[in-house]
């Protein structure tokens, strides 16, 4: 690895990057498996996903839509090479899957089809990965081995589907085994949201971003850091789901941080770079789709108007290598 060619690529342009982890019952069966996360992924499967991008090809944004592999197939595939993992409970990681599921009998678990309707999409959505099987790569747990397997999965699907360089977002945002990320051909990877002073302790940033949703703090723009030829593309600000103490929060609040993100972009330049579940918009339904559906529409205005510039986290990638010292490139 050249370190001194690494680094923060300047990035003065208005911009916005809006990635989508898109997981299903994947994204937290591990510690929250019952009826409510199956009725989620289910309504996400069926409603909240299809919504989001009918919102997003209506207003002419293009998204990266980091999805869990398994949920890319009609169903579990041969699982015999991978090195057994399981949940903190203790259980086998895929004995959740109903046995020989697939999308018409668990479609809380598979999306094949909607991933067709994503890479046929107008404007063209990036599709990525978000694990294959939401491992959570950070978790000390997690073996060299293990987690070599997991991202080969997704190369393997990468392959299948034509995907080059493709963006990838890690489980629970927990980054771990960077060099099997690097050795399965990822491009780029959305790092831990940016602060706007560091902070250290779990529960202080937690304390942090609670604090940002109840006052609606402005978001932190962001820049692309090249590390070894990866892009590292931190996110500015979670959509948080309406459950909780959250249901609280008023929606024009949501909107207005969301919005000041866009101005704070047209006035300052540099990247806001929004992310989200679609399965956390089914907790008081409709309103954060509403909120979204208000944001999309004036991104896609004021991108129309050729005022921001609205990229995947791929094209950021691309065009952050070109600008980058050559030595930075070839690392
Ligand atoms: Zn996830």
């Known amino acids: 690895m050249n370190v001194s060619t690494d680094g923060l690529v300047a990035w003065n342009e208005p911009t916005l990057v809006i990635s989508i982890d898109l997981e299903l019952a994947w994204g937290s069966f591990d510690h ?20 989001l991008l009918e919102q997003l090809t209506q207003n002419g944004l293009s998204a990266t839509w980091a999805v869990v592999g398994a949920l890319m197939l009609d169903g579990l595939p041969d699982l015999g090479r991978l090195e057994p993992f399981s949940t903190p409970g203790g259980r086998d990681w895929f004995s959740f899957v109903p046995p020989g599921a697939t999308e018409r009998t668990a479609p809380e678990w598979f999306a094949a089809s909607f991933v067709r309707r994503l890479a046929e999409a107008t404007p063209k959505q990036e599709v990525g990965f978000h694990g294959f099987s939401h491992v959570i790569l950070g978790d000390p747990r997690v ?3 293990r987690a070599r397997q997991e991202l080969e999965m997704c190369a393997e699907l990468a392959r299948k589907l034509s995907l080059e360089s493709p963006s990838f977002v890690f489980p629970r945002n927990s980054v771990g085994h960077l060099d099997a990320l690097r050795a399965a051909g990822m491009g780029s990877y959305r790092g831990p949201d940016a602060l706007l002073f560091p902070l250290r302790r779990r529960s202080l940033r937690s304390a942090w971003s609670m604090a940002a949703d109840v006052l609606g703090l402005r978001p932190v723009l962001v820049q692309p850091r090249i590390e070894a030829g990866l892009v590292n593309i931190p996110g500015s600000l979670m959509v948080r789901y ?7 929060i008023p929606d024009s609040t949501r909107l207005g941080r969301l919005r000041s993100g866009l101005k704070l972009i047209r006035r300052r330049g540099g990247i806001f770079h929004v992310w989200l579940h679609p399965e956390n918009l089914f907790f008081e339904h409709p309103r954060l789709e509403r909120v979204l559906a208000d944001f999309h529409a004036e991104a896609g205005d004021l991108a129309a108007s050729s005022k921001i510039r609205v990229l995947t986290m791929g094209q950021i990638a691309r ?9 930075a490139r070839a690392a």
């Open 32 to 51: 929250a498996y019952g009826p409510e996360l199956l009725a989620m992924a289910r309504w996400t499967h069926d409603h909240g996903a299809p919504a």
């Open 143 to 145: 073996t060299a081995r």
């Open 242 to 248: 309406a459950a909780g103490w959250r249901k609280y």
């Open 319 to 327: 065009e952050a290598l070109a600008r980058a010292p050559a030595p």
